[in-house]
């Protein structure tokens, strides 16, 4: 009633079709490169220097600080709901536990 259909794949034939070569009419040695220059130690890298403003420290500094009271107030929301749910599941067991050591004293 409810079969998977595989799909069936088309069965190889053998045939391999060959790429075609082509003759290399004459093989041509390329030049070397000139040497560079030397470079200086106190040369600029092709890497961009970041220079932050004080407009943009204070805002990297104020986005840092929401991220970790957002990550912190997540962290112990979730503790508090586990801290919650042992407390009600507690709760149940002592409640549990009394209703049937009260049918065992009345027999």
Not at 42 to 49: H, I, K, L, Q
Not at 65 to 74: F, H, I, K, N, P
Not at 87 to 94: D, L, M, N, T
Request: net charge positive; aromatic share 0%; proline share 14%.
């Amino acid at each position: 009633m409810l079969r998977p259909k595989i799909p069936t794949n088309p069965t190889p034939t053998g045939t391999v079709m060959p790429l075609p070569v082509e003759p290399v009419v004459g093989v041509v040695q390329p030049t070397p490169a000139p040497a560079p220059a030397p470079v200086p130690m106190a040369a600029t890298s092709s890497r961009p220097v970041v220079q932050l403003t004080p407009g943009a420290l204070i805002a990297l500094v104020g986005s840092g600080t929401a991220v970790v009271l957002v990550v912190g107030t997540v962290l112990v929301s979730m503790l508090l709901a586990v801290a919650v749910t042992a407390a009600s599941v507690a709760v149940c067991a002592v409640v549990l536990r009394s209703m049937l050591n009260g049918q065992h004293k009345h027999r």
